[in-house]
């Protein structure tokens, strides 16, 4: 690899402070309570670029206070750091990424479990790394592996379950052209859930094809095949099975100079703090177009529906959530904020079925700052 040559350091600031009315901000089914509060963030970001390398840190804290709610269980002061780093060789890339979040359950489990009744103090750390290298021109192969864990660091809330997900990947690309290039993978993934007995291993491979149609669409499309080995503990017993099934993930986004149109339809394998490695059925489409030199507006909807691969008895949930914003640049670096939000989520089981809804109006003000050399 070449040596790295010095560069200079910049960083970025940018904050954020909204006033937020939600009918239902823990999406309760029964005993629903608004509230109305104020979310704030700061951000600062380093960074280091030179031809052949790029180093960042960038760290942030969010306080957000709220009314309404008796307990206040929603009010919550999280920091957030991430790290990271690219190095380019002759012939080669290497990459790493870390992040250290400590957050509270109210947001993270909503993507996660939407387990939002107890609301505690959640902490995600991860590392992930990847290296590529160019064995003849248009092709590379790579390898990849990272880790991450989640801790419950003051006491964990009832039926979650601290964990841990480690996972390797390999495989080749190869450019056609530069419009067409294929790329083929094999992983291995190890989820274990501290709190109570659950481990899943899972191996598999994918096939995806990106292209580049005209100036204005791209598109890709991945196939790919898994089997789940797992072990449950139920009542003293060990439960050991397996789950097979097939993944995809098929996109095309259209970018003009005014407007940037996405949309995406998948399949994954998510794990999750209820013990369970989830499979997920996911449908975005986003859509955000400039007005003007001052005013562009956006509109985002999102739908998902879980199912548990290693726990037959376990709940189904689907999630959905539909935002329309806009903003409003006042000055070179401050904009003012709206949003228009619903959130709807259905869990059923074979006891019962639940279903919660919300909306929300946020109004807020951001400052963008630009990259200054320190």
Do not use: C
Not at 71 to 78: A, M, N, P, Q, Y
Not at 110 to 124: A, C, I, K, P, Y
Not at 184 to 204: C, K, M, P, Q, R
């Amino acid at each position: 690899m070449n040596a790295v040559y010095a560069g200079e350091w910049y960083y970025q600031t940018t904050a954020s402070s909204s006033l937020e009315a939600d009918s239902n901000k823990r999406l309760r089914s029964e005993d629903e309570k608004g509230v109305l509060g104020v979310d704030s963030r700061v951000d600062i970001k380093l960074s280091n670029v030179t031809e052949i390398s790029e180093v960042y840190v960038r760290g942030a804290l969010r306080s957000v206070r709220y009314d309404g709610d008796d307990d206040r269980g929603v009010d919550t002061d999280d920091q957030l750091l991430y790290a990271g780093g690219r190095w380019d060789g002759e012939r080669s890339q290497l990459t790493i990424d870390g992040e250290y979040l400590r957050q509270s359950s109210q947001f993270t489990e909503l993507q996660d479990t939407g387990f939002l009744e107890d609301v505690n103090r959640r902490v995600d750390k991860s590392i992930s790394t990847q290296y590529n290298y160019t064995v003849i021109e248009d092709t590379q192969v790579f390898a990849g592996a990272s880790y991450s864990e989640v801790d419950f660091p003051n006491s964990i809330p009832v039926s979650l379950t601290e964990y841990s997900v480690e996972s390797v990947n390999a495989g080749v690309v190869h450019n056609f052209d530069q419009l067409n290039y294929v790329t083929l993978s094999l992983f291995n993934s190890n989820y274990e859930a501290d709190t109570f007995v659950s481990d899943v291993e899972t191996n598999g491979g994918n096939i995806r094809y990106d292209r580049t149609f005209n100036e204005l669409w791209r598109g890709y499309a991945q196939v790919g095949y898994r089997k789940s080995n797992f072990k449950n503990e139920v009542s003293g017993m060990t439960v050991r099975d397996d789950d097979t099934g097939a993944s995809y993930d098929v996109g095309a986004t259209r970018q003009t100079q005014v407007s940037t149109m996405s949309v995406e339809v998948s399949n994954s394998l998510e794990p999750s703090a209820d013990g369970d490695v989830n499979e997920r059925t996911e449908v975005s489409f986003a859509y955000q177009r400039s007005h003007s030199d001052r005013f562009s507006s956006g509109l985002n909807v999102s739908w998902f529906e879980d199912e548990s691969v290693n726990n037959d008895q376990d709940s189904d949930r689907e999630y959905w959530t539909l935002t329309l914003g806009a903003d409003y640049r006042l000055a070179q670096k401050w904009y003012l904020t709206g949003q228009l939000r619903h959130r709807d989520q259905e869990i059923d089981n074979d006891a019962n079925s639940t279903s919660a809804d919300s909306d929300a109006v946020i109004i807020g003000i951001r400052y963008s700052g630009h990259k200054n050399r320190i």
